[in-house]
């Protein structure tokens, strides 16, 4: 399986903190020349007309940068740059699909990682083998450097960093890239390592029960299990918190100088804003699964985005599902951390299910209003949750158990925790691994 540990990382000197900044400065000059290269060409623009992206000369920037970053991590910065401009050609693709909606906004090219006059993002990336971890009392990460640095800073060896906590995942066969960088955020440097874990990590299911999953546009998910429980995770808090930073960052552009489109407080505020939806996605998901493992699912059925949109499309839901939610990436996400569980996450149509009635099966004459759905028929009930159960039901083909009264949940910052609507106590459940910590445990992502 692949998984991600996710820590702090601390120079152990003040002239380990400076050669460090060097290098994830110089990481981001190389980023930032390779992509100015190739968005001058992708452009027509500086004389570069009817060249193509891929015609950008990085071998001479790679040894440009090579003497201070070492010549297998301007490597990596300028494929990561390539695997960038790839994403963007597949995401230009898929928008002009119109047999594909997982995109629908036009993309944007590559940015850049700040620049000189107002500072730079401060991220390199290294090779597997150009760097060491080693767990314990006294946990570390030993990174290569390049000669034009060490000379400057009188350095020997690789730069040696002090790690915060516990990883999720100590045991593993394969390290991955390294991704390390400044978090403005809290003055932090992290670093993330892809790992690929033994299969023997992953749980066995309980039993062959399924759940299907709504994803909403208020409440952002809505679950039925075959077992008869209920799930709803509220959402309208969250979205107003991501709506009301997005107001804050356009403001603040808008008072920009001319010729300026950012600024220290506007990339804080960008990534504040990811990290609190990412927090909450991460959280949920692992909430969810923990408590569906527990009633032994095995299946797990969630939604395609193109019902979503098909049967919902608005502004302020397209907001949701993508700039907010991420639909995509919570998709990725829940998919990940289902494999730790046995669980299998299987995307099928859910079209309609939102408007069915499931006492007279009608979808032209019901109702929805917010959170109700109405029939003439008689029925009311909770859309979202009437949804996941049609959902459920059409895809196994058989009448679940009997709905006990669904456990509402909110999100406090930290925790999913049960709301005061919920038919049982207010209880917290959460996995260590989802909480952001810099203490003596790491955070982990899956």
């Not at 390779?34 to 500086?46: F, H, I």
């Not at 230009?92 to 036009?106: G, L, N, P």
């Not at 049609?390 to 009448?399: I, K, M, W």
Request: aromatic share 10%; proline share 3%; glycine share 6%.
């Amino acid at each position: 399986m692949k998984r991600t540990n996710t820590f702090a990382v601390r120079p152990l000197s003040d002239t380990g903190e400076q050669l460090l900044r060097d290098l994830l400065d110089a990481s981001a000059a190389l980023w930032n020349e390779v992509n100015y290269e190739r968005l001058m060409r992708y452009n027509d623009e500086g004389g570069y007309e009817n060249e193509d992206v891929w015609d950008a000369d990085t071998g001479r920037l790679e040894g440009k940068y090579k003497g201070v970053l070492g010549a297998s991590t301007a490597q990596q910065v300028i494929r990561k740059n390539s695997e960038a401009w790839r994403g963007f050609f597949e995401n230009k693709k898929a928008y002009h699909d119109d047999s594909d909606t997982s995109v629908t906004e036009y993309p944007e090219p590559p940015g850049f990682w700040g620049n000189k006059d107002e500072g730079r993002k401060l991220h390199t990336v290294i090779r597997n083998t150009s760097y060491t971890v080693e767990w314990g009392e006294r946990s570390r990460l030993e990174i290569l450097v390049g000669s034009e640095l060490k000379d400057r800073y009188d350095h020997t060896g690789r730069l040696r960093l002090e790690i915060t906590g516990d990883p999720n995942w100590p045991e593993y066969e394969k390290q991955g890239r390294l991704d390390l960088w400044y978090d403005e955020t809290d003055s932090t440097f992290r670093a993330s390592q892809p790992v690929t874990v033994s299969d023997e990590t992953r749980d066995t299911p309980l039993a062959e029960e399924t759940a299907a999953l709504d994803i909403g546009a208020n409440n952002l998910v809505a679950c039925t299990t075959t077992t008869g429980e209920q799930y709803l995770y509220e959402g309208r808090e969250l979205f107003q918190r991501f709506r009301d930073t997005t107001r804050e960052i356009a403001r603040l552009q808008s008072k920009l100088e001319e010729g300026r489109y950012s600024s220290k407080r506007i990339r804080r505020l960008y990534q504040k804003r990811t990290r609190r939806r990412d927090h909450a996605q991460e959280a949920l998901c692992r909430d969810l699964l923990e408590r569906l493992y527990a009633e032994g699912v095995d299946t797990l059925y969630i939604g395609g985005l193109t019902d979503v949109l098909d049967t919902h499309w608005s502004v302020e839901t397209n907001a949701k599902t993508h700039n907010f939610w991420a639909f995509k990436q919570f998709t990725e996400r829940l998919v990940c951390t289902a494999e730790e569980y046995g669980i299998t996450v299987e995307v099928r149509s859910e079209a309609w299910t939102s408007q069915e009635c499931p006492q007279c099966g009608s979808t032209v004459r019901t109702t929805r209003h917010q959170d109700t759905l109405t029939c003439p028929c008689g029925f009311e009930g909770h859309a979202d949750l009437t949804a996941s159960e049609t959902f459920l039901e059409r895809h196994t083909e058989e009448a679940v158990r009997p709905m006990a009264r669904p456990v509402r949940f909110e999100w406090d910052d930290h925790d999913w925790s049960e709301s005061p609507r919920s038919h049982r106590p207010k209880e917290q459940r959460t996995d260590p691994s989802t909480v952001h910590r810099d203490g003596n445990v790491a955070s982990g992502e899956s």
